[in-house]
């Protein structure tokens, strides 16, 4: 039983070592957002980071960090289920939580190609300009990291010539 102890002492520091981070990032990303300032980053060498850092079967939540990426759209977006996307949000402490239904994939210059979650405003603003190959300069939130790379919540997009 004193294994037992130990165990539940060191997971309880745990978390109140990771909540004390995770709440430093959400205020970063907070700040970040009001002033726009969103982290550009690119892709390819960004996915391969992620997949590194976090190993496959597990997931590292990313408190909405702001980023901007350039990519392809490579499939308009569709609606799924999104509870998860909605946990992550809400553990973020992210107010007022976006309405997010959509998912849709990206191709990186290095042909990679992701999935990342689309808001519902960058929804019908996707629809209507940008077609399919199509490359944009994404805004988004980096919401956690899993074995395939980050992933990301589309808010806002510029289209790139």
Same mark, same amino acid.
Not at 140 to 143: D, E, F, K, P, S
Not at 146 to 149: D, M, P, S, V
């Given at each position: 039983m004193h294994f037992v102890s130990k165990l539940l002492l060191f997971a309880t520091l745990f978390i109140?070592?990771?909540?004390q981070a995770a709440l430093a990032a959400q205020a970063r990303a907070t700040v970040g957002a009001q002033k726009g300032q969103f982290k550009t980053v690119e892709l390819d060498s960004f996915i391969e980071q992620e997949k590194k850092v976090v190993g496959k079967g597990k997931r590292l939540i990313r408190m909405a960090e702001p980023v901007s990426f350039q990519a392809r759209v490579k499939r308009h977006p569709e609606e799924?289920?999104?509870s998860y996307?909605?946990?992550v949000l809400e553990l973020a402490g992210v107010k007022?939580?976006?309405e997010v239904g959509h998912r849709m994939f990206v191709?990186?210059?290095g042909r990679r190609i992701i999935p990342v979650y689309v808001e519902k405003q960058a929804v019908a603003r996707i629809g209507k300009e940008l077609k399919? $190959?199509?490359s944009a300069r994404f805004l $988004?939130?980096?919401?956690y990291s899993? $074995?395939? $790379?980050p992933a990301i919540l589309v808010v806002d997009f510029v289209g790139v010539k």
């Open positions: 109140a070592i990771d909540c799924r289920p999104m996307v909605y946990e007022p939580v976006p191709e990186s210059r399919e $190959g199509k $988004g939130y980096h919401l899993y $074995g395939k $790379g």
